[in-house]
Every structure is written in structure tokens, then in C-alpha cells.
């Protein structure tokens, strides 16, 4: 009997693997995101900031950049919960962004503690880093005092 090869289907499809990374004490690995070139995106999150970082296909971090509330969606929309401006702390972030490599680019959707979710678009450039070519709000829940 002779091994036969896998498809050129399942070789394509294979999921890249990220480098091994641990994050600084204080930081909780939310998600990753892996791209072509071989490099990762990585997001962690403290409890106060979002920080994206890019790894190297080794794991060294090349670049990096931050995202808290004041990096939100207040200049999106002029309607605030009163409760929300009150405690404007995004929300704890385990579990509350997701990442999308698309290329060399990657796309953060990021649930915010004033019941907002942000979805960015992000360009990467090896001298500047990551840029935001667009943000906008997908969804503002409100708070009501009643059930509907």
C-alpha cells in the first residue's frame, strides 16, 4: 500500500500557526491572528486598555498600539446612557474583542462598556505600525427601565 499525499484542497486550508507568545503579567491573550507573511497580530486586554500587538514569526514583538474608552465610540453617537457616563470603564475585555486577519491587515470588533460595538479596520506598516483606515458602531443597545 502506498501514503498518499493530502489534497492541495486540505494544504490550503490548513489554519497557519501562531508563535508560541506569553503576555506580560497583568494581561490576559484574548485572541490572535495570523497573516501571510508569516507575522501575528495578537490582542491582550488588562481590564482598562486593549492593546494589538504584532509578533514576528519567531514572537518578538514589532509593534504595538493601545485602545481604551477614550479611544471609543463616544465621538460616533451623541447618545449616552446616563448610567454609562456615570462609569464610562470599558467593559473587563476577557472574551469582549475578536480579531480577522485580512492580508496584512486585521479587523478588531470590540464590545465597549457603554454597550457599543466597534468594529475597526486596521492597516499595518512595517516603519509606523498599525493605522485605522475606518471605525464605525454597529450596535448601541439602550437601556430601558422596562422589559419589551
Known amino acids: 500500500m502506498h501514503a498518499t499525499k493530502p489534497s492541495l484542497f ?7 500557526s501562531a508563535p508560541p507568545f506569553t503576555p506580560p503579567e497583568g494581561w490576559s491573550l484574548i485572541d490572535t491572528a495570523v497573516h501571510p507573511s508569516g507575522e501575528t497580530t495578537v490582542v491582550l486586554g488588562n ?11 519567531k514572537g518578538k514583538v514589532l509593534r504595538q498600539a493601545e485602545f481604551s474608552q477614550e479611544t471609543g465610540h463616544t ?12 462609569d464610562p470603564k470599558p467593559r473587563r475585555f476577557r ?17 465597549t462598556g457603554r454597550n ?13 505600525g498599525y493605522k485605522q483606515l475606518w ?4 450596535n448601541m443597545s439602550r437601556r430601558t427601565g422596562s422589559s419589551r
Request: net charge positive; aromatic share 4%; hydrophobic share 50%.
Open 10 to 16: 486540505s494544504r490550503l486550508s490548513a489554519a497557519p
Open 47 to 57: 481590564g482598562e486598555v486593549v492593546r494589538l500587538l504584532r509578533l514576528n514569526s
Open 75 to 86: 465621538d460616533l453617537t451623541g447618545e449616552i446612557d446616563a448610567a454609562d457616563a456615570v
Open 95 to 111: 472574551d469582549a474583542v475578536r480579531l480577522r486577519a485580512i492580508g496584512e491587515a486585521v479587523t478588531m470588533v470590540l464590545r
Open 116 to 128: 457599543g460595538v466597534l468594529v475597526y479596520r486596521l492597516t499595518y506598516c512595517v516603519v509606523h
Open 135 to 138: 471605525r464605525t458602531l454597529v
